[in-house]
C-alpha cells in the first residue's frame, strides 16, 4: 500500500470514528449536609521578653512544661507542639535592645467542655489563647462526605437523564470528577496575650455546625 493510499485508509478510519462519536455535554451537580463541630482544637502559648535568649528559654520551657503535665493528666485531650519562635527586638537606632521568644502548645479534644475548663487553668498558669476553632472530627467529616457524595452522583445522574431525555437520546458517563468542600473550621476566638490572660476563665464554647459539600462535574455522551 502506498503512502497516500496509507493515509487515505487512516483519514477514512478517523472519520469514520468521528462520525459515530455522539455529543459530548458537560454537567455539574452538588450536594450539602451539615456536619455537627464535635472536635475543638485550642493554641495556648507562653512569651517573654528579655535580654537574654538563654534567660527567655528557661522562663517559656519552664511555663511549657507545667502545661505539659496538666494537660497529660486530662484523659481524652490530646496535645503536640505548635509554632516556637525566638527573634530579636530592635530599637529606634535598629540595634538589637532585647529579644523575644514564644513557644506553643495545640490542644485537640471531643470534649469540649473539658478543654474549655482546661483552658481556664492554663491562664491562670500564665499562657495565652491565641485560638480556638470548632470543626467536625475526621470520622464525622468523612460520614458526611460519603453521604453528600453518594446524593451529589445521583444529582448528576437525574440531570443527565433530564438533559438526554429532553433530546430523545441514550447516555453515558464519559467523563467524572468529585470534589470536597465545605466544612471549615469555624474560629471561636483570637486575641493576643493582655486580652486573654485578663479573663483567666473557663470559655464557654458553642459547637455549631459545618456545611459540607460534595461536587460531581463531568461529561456525558448522547448515543446517534
Known sequence: ???????????????????????????????????????????????????????LAQRVNADISEALKLIRGKTGISVKSGHQSTYPVYGQTQKIEGWRMRSELVIESKDQGGVSELLGKLQQMR??????????????????????????IRAFQGRAAVVAGELGKAWKIKQLNIQQGGGMPMPMMR??????????????LEAGESLVTTTVSGQIELAD
Open 191 to 204: 486575641a493576643s496575650r493582655t486580652a486573654m490572660l485578663a479573663e483567666a476563665a473557663p470559655a464557654p
Open 127 to 152: 499562657l495565652a489563647i491565641s485560638e480556638v476553632i470548632l470543626m467536625p472530627s475526621p470520622e464525622t467529616r468523612r460520614q458526611v462526605e460519603e453521604e453528600t457524595t453518594r446524593a451529589a
Open 1 to 55: 500500500m502506498s503512502r497516500l493510499a496509507r493515509f487515505a485508509f487512516v483519514a477514512a478510519c478517523c472519520g469514520s470514528t468521528l462520525a459515530h462519536a455522539g455529543a459530548l455535554i458537560d454537567l455539574a451537580a452538588e450536594a450539602s449536609r451539615l456536619a455537627s463541630n464535635d472536635m475543638v482544637r485550642a493554641s495556648v502559648f507562653s512569651e517573654a521578653n528579655g535580654k537574654s535568649p538563654g534567660e
